[in-house]
C-alpha cells in the first residue's frame, strides 16, 4: 500500500492530453515538493519535474505538472506513442520521515 | 558525464548478507545526499534510505521495512556510496537503484522539505531465493 495514491492506468489517444492525479496528505504532499519520474520498462526512472511544476532541461514542454493543497496532478500534451511508460509522484513525508512514492500510473497511448 | 554504477547484486539465500555498490563520476560526490531504491518484480518504486554528505554529519534516514537490517555508508574519497544488506529476506528481491538527491529545506513558518533524483543508475539485480 503506497503513501501516495495514483490511478493504476490511464489511456489516450495520440495527439491528445492526460492528466495523472496524485494524492496524499499534509504530512507529505501538503507540506513539501513534489517531484515526478518517468520509468519505461526494464529501466531505470528519469526525473520529469521537479519542485512542484519545474521541468529540467531536456524535458519538452508537453509535460507540466502542477499542485493543489494535498493534491499533485502531471499532465501531458500531444501524447506521442512513445510516452508508454510508468509515470510515479514522489515526495518527502515529515512524519514517516521518508521519501515515499505513488504505485505509479501506467499511461498506454492507443 | 554524471554517471551512476550499481554492482554486487546476485543470488544470496535467506538470512545472508550481501553489500552493493554506487560508483559515481561527473560529479562532486562528497557535497551530494545519495539515497537507494529498490523495485520488486512487477511493483512499483521503494525508497531504501538515504545518507547526507559530511557537512551533515552523514546522517541517515531509513525505511521502516529495512531499518536495522540495512546500513548506507559512504566513501568519498572513492566516489562510492554503499548499502549493506543483512538478514536478508525473500521479500528483499529487486532491482536496486541508487540516485543523487537533491535534498533542500526551506522554512516558510513550516519546514517544506525538497527531495528529488535527478540522476539515477541502471540498477543491481539482487534474488534472495534458497
Known amino acids: 500500500q503506497s503513501v501516495l495514491t495514483q490511478p493504476p492506468s490511464v489511456s489516450a489517444a495520440p495527439g491528445q492530453k492526460v492528466a495523472i492525479s496524485c494524492s496524499g496528505s499534509?504530512?507529505?504532499?501538503?507540506?513539501?515538493?513534489v517531484s515526478w519520474y518517468q520509468q519505461f520498462a526494464g529501466t531505470a526512472p528519469k526525473l520529469l519535474i521537479y519542485?512542484?511544476?519545474k521541468r529540467p532541461s531536456g524535458i519538452p514542454d508537453r509535460f507540466s505538472a502542477s499542485k493543489s493543497g494535498t493534491s499533485a496532478t502531471l499532465g501531458i500534451t500531444g501524447l506521442l506513442t512513445g510516452d508508454e511508460s510508468d509515470y510515479y509522484c514522489?515526495?518527502?513525508?515529515?512524519?514517516?520521515?521518508?521519501?515515499?512514492f505513488g504505485g505509479g500510473t501506467r499511461l498506454t497511448v492507443l | 558525464e554524471v554517471k551512476l554504477v550499481e554492482s554486487g547484486g546476485g543470488l544470496v539465500q535467506p538470512g545472508r548478507s550481501l553489500r552493493l555498490s554506487c560508483m559515481a563520476s561527473?560529479?562532486?560526490?562528497?557535497?551530494?545526499?545519495m539515497s537507494w531504491f529498490r523495485q520488486a518484480p512487477g511493483k512499483g518504486l521503494e525508497w531504501v534510505g538515504l545518507?547526507?554528505?559530511?557537512?551533515?554529519?552523514?546522517?541517515?534516514e531509513y525505511a521502516a521495512s529495512v531499518k536495522g537490517r540495512f546500513t548506507i555508508s559512504r566513501d568519498d574519497s572513492k566516489n562510492i556510496a554503499y548499502l549493506q544488506m543483512n538478514s536478508l529476506k525473500t521479500e528483499d528481491t529487486a532491482v536496486y537503484y541508487c540516485?543523487?538527491?537533491?535534498?533542500?529545506?526551506?522554512?516558510?513558518?513550516?519546514?517544506?522539505?525538497?527531495?528529488?533524483?535527478?540522476?539515477w543508475g541502471k540498477g543491481t539485480t539482487v534474488t534472495v531465493s534458497s
Open positions: 561527473g560529479f562532486t560526490f562528497g557535497d551530494y545526499v
Open positions: 499534509s504530512s507529505n504532499i501538503g507540506n513539501n515538493y
Open positions: 545518507i547526507r554528505g559530511k557537512s551533515y554529519a552523514e546522517t541517515k
Open positions: 519542485d512542484n511544476d
Open positions: 514522489g515526495t518527502w513525508d515529515s512524519s514517516l520521515s521518508a521519501v515515499v
Open positions: 540516485a543523487r538527491d537533491q535534498e533542500s529545506y526551506a522554512i516558510v513558518g513550516v519546514v517544506i522539505a525538497d527531495h528529488y533524483m535527478d540522476v
